[in-house]
């Protein structure tokens, strides 16, 4: 091992963890769930959620938000979450973007093939409201014109704080 | 200039700031040729309903014009057929305009995915095909990748894009410049600072506005806290995905150190919407000028210790030298700009070649390798980090008094500008035309990616399917700057 990082691994060890302070639920989050979820199955998952990403046609700042949720700061995997590589081994589906036209059949069948139960969540404000695109003849429209969504976290991009404070009612209301 | 354009013979349409020229048919052809001979470099390739533009690069004379042909019933003589990189730029217009580029070898529709799709073959003993995305694996942007392969051994790759089609361009039209300027903000979000920028530029050339120095200098600082971003982040996960996870678990936390600055001194993590035409939207206090610096002095001390790292660990550096290497030829052919080009060769940077306020104002080097393989990139990109910090430092200090923002005049008539800004890609051009009442009339977007995905594809070709993901994220390509 080089002698730079040797002296890295050690200052990590014994040094503080970078991670911030876990955020509390967001409230406003855990009664749209409330409303939501009340309705559907609810099963025990631990606390552990495994999340599927979908760009349904989004402008790449949510996935660079959504990215950051797992770097050192964030370490959302401490709260049990984790990002997958396939639909089919996710309890969650993260769409961002307005869903364009050319994404409508991917969004689809990636929730087709999501095993239940399942739950949404649409990411920003474009897979909210279409954002600045809500004119576009190109798009469908917002992720609940294609898909049921359980909760919305609003924000251009929604900044990782906010997406962990969703993501954590989100576990708290089906955990 | 050594191309067929003869500036001393054509008579400018408009100067916006380069001369846009009307030209025929014949003189159309000869540009294709000169494309194609390699004296000039193709900027774009775009149309309105009955006229197509094109937009050329002198480089050894620092020269830009656009060109513009009228449609003859709908069709126009295909540059693509003499000059390859603007094959799916043509592909792209038969899509949006319905105009036919006469000749063009590859007729495929591009952005309309309304019918089935064929693949180019490759055939042989051997050889089959891995079908990837749009959804992947990964966070990140959505697009369908064919690879042919023969056993470990990538035959040949072939993108397909369009899945972030929004149709900016098109919403753009009539649409006031506030409202405008928030859609090219969304174009490519990683390089939303960028975007706007030439946004703004494009709008401040049409309508003859000098934006105040403070302005132009804030509009620098922004510019390059993007570029340290994104070469940080992709940086570690060029390390991640050769298996180096506390690397990218330190240029991540670095990365985001760069965000949560830019949200405390200018309001936004990733200064969206603060590029405004006339200047910036948010000012730099005394405060916020204190924090820059000492965020500054500690990231600088760290990058330099991880390069360290990367540059002394053989198990890394094993696998990104010689791996995906791009020929200095095809980067010049293609013009390809930021790291990709000038890491086989290509010593273009907009802000040296064709400069814009405030960066003849001050001092930095650009890097340039020959190598092409996914450490010269990298190492490119990691000298461009180290030039940023300069420039951001260097900013900090000589940062002018003053206003940030100018009032834009009332248009006096039509009219159109022309920005060519480097974004941590690449050069990104914008163009526009405003009409009377300052409301978009037409406007076109190219992001730095048109000229480097197929790049991608030809360095890839040989080496094996497991050093894609390293070969990918040493381009980084964007999707939806691609798409719109």
Same mark, same amino acid.
């Given at each position: 091992?080089?002698?730079?990082?040797?002296?890295?691994?050690?200052?990590?060890?014994?040094?503080?963890?970078?991670?911030?302070?876990?955020?509390?639920?967001?409230?406003?989050?855990?009664?749209?769930?409330?409303?939501?979820?009340?309705?559907?199955?609810?099963?025990?998952?631990?606390?552990?959620?495994?999340?599927?990403?979908?760009?349904?046609?989004?402008?790449?700042?949510?996935?660079?938000?959504?990215?950051?949720?797992?770097?050192?700061?964030?370490?959302?995997?401490?709260?049990?979450?984790?990002?997958?590589?396939?639909?089919?081994?996710?309890?969650?589906?993260?769409?961002?973007?307005?869903?364009?036209?050319?994404?409508?059949?991917?969004?689809?069948?990636?929730?087709?093939?999501?095993?239940?139960?399942?739950?949404?969540?649409?990411?920003?404000?474009?897979?909210?409201?279409?954002?600045?695109?809500?004119?576009?003849?190109?798009?469908?429209?917002?992720?609940?014109?294609?898909?049921?969504?359980?909760?919305?976290?609003?924000?251009?991009?929604?900044?990782?704080?906010?997406?962990?404070?969703?993501?954590?009612?989100?576990?708290?209301?089906?955990? | 200039?050594?191309?067929?354009?003869?500036?001393?013979?054509?008579?400018?349409?408009?100067?916006?700031?380069?001369?846009?020229?009307?030209?025929?048919?014949?003189?159309?052809?000869?540009?294709?040729?000169?494309?194609?001979?390699?004296?000039?470099?193709?900027?774009?390739?775009?149309?309105?309903?009955?006229?197509?533009?094109?937009?050329?690069?002198?480089?050894?004379?620092?020269?830009?014009?656009?060109?513009?042909?009228?449609?003859?019933?709908?069709?126009?003589?295909?540059?693509?057929?003499?000059?390859?990189?603007?094959?799916?730029?043509?592909?792209?217009?038969?899509?949006?305009?319905?105009?036919?580029?006469?000749?063009?070898?590859?007729?495929?529709?591009?952005?309309?995915?309304?019918?089935?799709?064929?693949?180019?073959?490759?055939?042989?003993?051997?050889?089959?095909?891995?079908?990837?995305?749009?959804?992947?694996?990964?966070?990140?942007?959505?697009?369908?990748?064919?690879?042919?392969?023969?056993?470990?051994?990538?035959?040949?790759?072939?993108?397909?894009?369009?899945?972030?089609?929004?149709?900016?361009?098109?919403?753009?039209?009539?649409?006031?410049?506030?409202?405008?300027?928030?859609?090219?903000?969304?174009?490519?979000?990683?390089?939303?600072?960028?975007?706007?920028?030439?946004?703004?530029?494009?709008?401040?050339?049409?309508?003859?506005?000098?934006?105040?120095?403070?302005?132009?200098?804030?509009?620098?600082?922004?510019?390059?806290?993007?570029?340290?971003?994104?070469?940080?982040?992709?940086?570690?996960?060029?390390?991640?995905?050769?298996?180096?996870?506390?690397?990218?678990?330190?240029?991540?936390?670095?990365?985001?150190?760069?965000?949560?600055?830019?949200?405390?001194?200018?309001?936004?993590?990733?200064?969206?919407?603060?590029?405004?035409?006339? %200047?910036? @939207?948010?000012?730099?206090?005394? &405060? !916020?000028?204190?924090?820059?610096?000492?965020? /500054?002095? =500690? +990231?600088? *001390?760290?990058?330099?210790?991880?390069?360290?790292?990367?540059?002394?660990?053989?198990?890394?550096?094993?696998?990104?030298?010689?791996?995906?290497?791009?020929?200095?030829?095809?980067?010049?052919?293609?013009?390809?700009?930021?790291?990709?080009?000038?890491?086989?060769?290509?010593?273009?940077?907009?802000?040296?070649?064709?400069?814009?306020?405030?960066?003849?104002?001050?001092?930095?080097?650009?890097?340039?390798?020959?190598?092409?393989?996914?450490?010269?990139?990298?190492?490119?990109?990691?000298?461009?980090?180290?030039?940023?910090?300069?420039?951001?430092?260097?900013?900090?200090?000589?940062?002018?008094?003053?206003?940030?923002?100018?009032?834009?005049?009332?248009?006096?008539?039509?009219?159109? %500008?022309? @920005?060519?800004?480097?974004?941590? &890609? !690449?050069?990104?051009?914008?163009?526009?035309? /405003?009409? =009377? +009442?300052? *409301?978009?009339?037409?406007?076109?977007?190219?992001?730095?990616?048109?000229?480097?995905?197929?790049?991608?594809?030809?360095?890839?070709?040989?080496?094996?399917?497991?050093?894609?993901?390293?070969?990918?994220?040493?381009?980084?390509?964007?999707?939806?700057?691609?798409?719109?």
């Amino acid at each position: 091992m080089s002698e730079p990082l040797s002296r890295l691994l050690a200052g990590a060890l014994l040094g503080r963890p970078l991670s911030v302070p876990a955020p509390a639920a967001d409230p406003i989050a855990l009664e749209e769930l409330a409303g939501s979820l009340a309705r559907r199955s609810r099963r025990l998952l631990g606390r552990s959620l495994a999340i599927r990403e979908v760009d349904a046609g989004s402008c790449n700042g949510c996935e660079l938000e959504i990215n950051a949720l797992a770097n050192a700061i964030y370490d959302f995997e401490r709260f049990g979450f984790r990002f997958v590589a396939s639909p089919k081994h996710a309890d969650v589906l993260l769409v961002t973007g307005p869903v364009t036209l050319n994404m409508k059949i991917a969004l689809e069948r990636a929730y087709a093939v999501t095993p239940d139960p399942k739950w949404v969540v649409a990411a920003g404000d474009c897979a909210a409201g279409c954002g600045v695109f809500a004119a576009s003849p190109v798009c469908v429209g917002k992720v609940r014109d294609v898909l049921p969504v359980d909760l919305h976290i609003p924000g251009c991009p929604p900044s990782p704080m906010a997406l962990l404070r969703g993501l954590l009612a989100l576990v708290e209301t089906v955990g | 200039m050594a191309t067929s354009l003869d500036h001393r013979f054509l008579t400018p349409l408009s100067q916006s700031p380069w001369p846009h020229y009307a030209v025929d048919q014949l003189l159309w052809r000869r540009l294709g040729d000169d494309l194609a001979a390699g004296r000039a470099t193709l900027l774009s390739l775009w149309a309105e309903p009955d006229s197509v533009h094109l937009c050329l690069l002198d480089e050894a004379a620092g020269r830009v014009a656009i060109v513009s042909l009228a449609a003859v019933d709908g069709r126009f003589p295909s540059i693509a057929r003499r000059h390859v990189p603007a094959l799916r730029l043509e592909r792209s217009i038969r899509d949006l305009t319905g105009l036919s580029p006469e000749g063009c070898p590859d007729l495929r529709p591009w952005l309309n995915h309304d019918q089935p799709y064929s693949f180019l073959p490759a055939e042989g003993p051997g050889v089959h095909e891995i079908a990837v995305g749009p959804i992947h694996a990964g966070v990140i942007e959505p697009g369908h990748f064919r690879f042919s392969v023969n056993g470990e051994t990538v035959v040949r790759l072939e993108a397909r894009l369009g899945y972030c089609y929004r149709g900016v361009e098109q919403l753009m039209l009539g649409q006031d410049l506030a409202t405008a300027g928030r859609m090219c903000a969304r174009i490519c979000g990683d390089s939303t600072v960028a975007y706007s920028y030439a946004f703004a530029v494009a709008v401040e050339q049409a309508l003859n506005v000098v934006v105040p120095q403070r302005g132009q200098w804030l509009r620098a600082l922004m510019a390059e806290l993007e570029r340290v971003a994104n070469h940080l982040g992709d940086i570690g996960f060029i390390c991640n995905d050769a298996a180096m996870a506390v690397l990218h678990a330190q240029f991540g936390a670095l990365r985001e150190e760069v965000l949560q600055s830019a949200e405390a001194c200018l309001g936004h993590r990733l200064m969206m919407d603060r590029v405004v035409p006339g %200047g910036v @939207a948010s000012d730099l206090d005394d &405060r !916020g000028r204190a924090n820059l610096l000492e965020w /500054l002095t =500690d +990231a600088e *001390r760290r990058f330099a210790r991880l390069i360290e790292i990367y540059d002394n660990s053989a198990s890394l550096k094993e696998r990104t030298l010689g791996t995906g290497i791009l020929s200095a030829g095809l980067a010049a052919r293609f013009g390809a700009g930021g790291f990709v080009g000038r890491a086989s060769g290509r010593a273009f940077d907009a802000r040296k070649q064709l400069p814009y306020a405030p960066y003849p104002e001050l001092d930095f080097s650009v890097t340039v390798l020959n190598r092409g393989d996914v450490n010269a990139r990298l190492w490119v990109r990691q000298c461009e980090v180290r030039q940023s910090f300069g420039l951001i430092r260097n900013i900090l200090a000589l940062l002018p008094p003053g206003e940030v923002r100018t009032a834009l005049p009332t248009p006096a008539g039509a009219s159109e %500008g022309l @920005a060519i800004i480097e974004g941590f &890609r !690449g050069d990104i051009l914008f163009w526009l035309r /405003l009409d =009377d +009442a300052g *409301r978009v009339a037409a406007s076109h977007a190219r992001d730095p990616s048109w000229f480097q995905w197929p790049l991608l594809e030809a360095a890839i070709a040989g080496n094996i399917v497991a050093d894609f993901p390293l070969c990918n994220k040493s381009f980084n390509c964007s999707y939806a700057g691609v798409d719109r």
